[in-house]
């Protein structure tokens, strides 16, 4: 249960761009919550490529307590198209299971829009179900599985898609 203080703080935070202030509690939160690690330098990398997208949730006191980092891409796979992928999501756990992963992967999914992305991929640890249910309440699908894909502890990756836009039926059950 979350205390009221900190729902409050949630109900108005912000989504926004990411910037180089906010690397070290990117790298933090990453650290908590068993993401991949990204140094200090794969982060300014990111930031300053013009395909990333690095989204944070700021709460109203500017504090960051969780982001999403992924990139859109051309893909030839299937023809001449937009692809996108999510690198990594997470919150503090604080934060967690009050909408602000919703929040932060809406904005991802927006900037998919704006790209004219036609499908997102990710990849998750095998053991993570809470993960895998907030990508199946997102209309993803798992695709395959990348055997021994993580370390530390070694484990599969389940590769997961779905299509930016998904069937209306779909959009109903997630609004
Ligand atoms: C995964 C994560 C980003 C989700 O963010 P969140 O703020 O906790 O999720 P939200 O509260 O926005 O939930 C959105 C929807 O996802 C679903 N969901 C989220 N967590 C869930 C869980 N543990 N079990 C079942 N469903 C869950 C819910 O159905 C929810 O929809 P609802 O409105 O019907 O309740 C967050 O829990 C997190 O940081 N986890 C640790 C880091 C991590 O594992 N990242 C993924 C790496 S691949």
Redesign the pocket.
């Known amino acids: 249960m979350i205390p009221m203080i900190l729902s409050s703080a949630i109900k108005l935070a912000t989504v926004r761009q990411a910037d180089v202030p906010d690397i070290a509690v990117l790298i933090d939160i990453a650290e908590k ?3 991949s690690r990204w140094s200090r330098r794969n982060y300014l990398d990111e930031l300053a490529r013009s395909d990333s997208v690095m989204l944070c949730a700021r709460l109203p006191d500017t504090s960051v307590v ?1 982001f999403i980092v992924g990139r859109v891409y051309h893909s030839s796979a299937s023809g001449p198209t937009m692809e996108a992928e999510i690198y ?4 503090y756990r604080d ?11 809406d904005g991802f999914l927006e900037k998919c829009h704006i790209a004219s992305v036609e499908k997102i991929w ?4 095998a053991s ?4 895998i ?2 990508y199946d ?2 209309g993803f699908v798992k695709h395959s599985i990348r055997k021994g894909f993580y370390s530390h502890p070694a484990e599969d990756a389940i590769v997961m898609s779905r299509n930016t836009k998904i069937p209306d039926e779909m959009a109903q059950n997630t609004t």
């Not at 990594?88 to 919150?91: C, D, E, K, V």
């Not at 993570?128 to 993960?131: D, I, R, T, V, W």
Request: proline share 0%; charged share 15%.
């Open positions: 919550q068993n993401l969780g990594n999501i997470g919150l934060f967690q299971g009050a909408g602000l992963g919703q929040r932060l992967f990710l990849e998750v640890r993570n179900e809470s993960a249910a907030f309440r997102n």
